[in-house]
């Protein structure tokens, strides 16, 4: 009985590593979180590799989109910076470097006030 469930085990444990390594599983867990449905569903069991690819990569896409919008108009946080770094190198894009006074001084514009560019060097010396 031991041999054959450390059988089982091992066969289980390779063909997760393979899936892992394929991104098969990233897609599949993606896929389910979505849609609220398990893997047996026959919409996923008809989707081919390829369409379910796109559709995360474009679930991808909308959300950087979205997530670039909010920290753009100042409604964003640090939690959401984060995500947009993950998600940017999801999709194999550098994530954006925030600057806080870069930040400060794109406020000052988008506030009518002439920025102070003179105050970079206050924080270097």
């Not at 289980?12 to 590593?17: D, E, G, L, N, W």
């Not at 379910?52 to 753009?72: G, I, M, N, S």
């Not at 910076?81 to 940017?88: D, G, I, Q």
Request: proline letters at 6%.
């Amino acid at each position: 009985m031991w041999g054959t469930r450390i059988f089982f085990s091992e066969n289980a444990r390779r063909r997760a590593k393979s899936e892992h390594e394929a991104g098969a599983d990233v897609v599949r867990r993606w896929w389910c979180k979505k849609y609220g449905r398990p893997p047996t569903d026959p919409a996923y069991q008809a989707a081919t590799p390829s369409a379910l690819a796109q559709e995360l990569f474009e679930d991808l896409w909308v959300t950087r989109d979205e997530l670039e919008k909010e920290l753009c108009d100042g409604k964003g946080t640090n939690e959401q910076r984060e995500r947009l770094a993950s998600v940017c190198r999801a999709l194999g894009e550098s994530p954006p470097v925030f600057d806080a006074l870069a930040d400060k001084w794109d406020e000052d514009i988008r506030a009518g006030r002439t920025p102070d560019l003179t105050e970079g060097w206050k924080y270097h010396g």
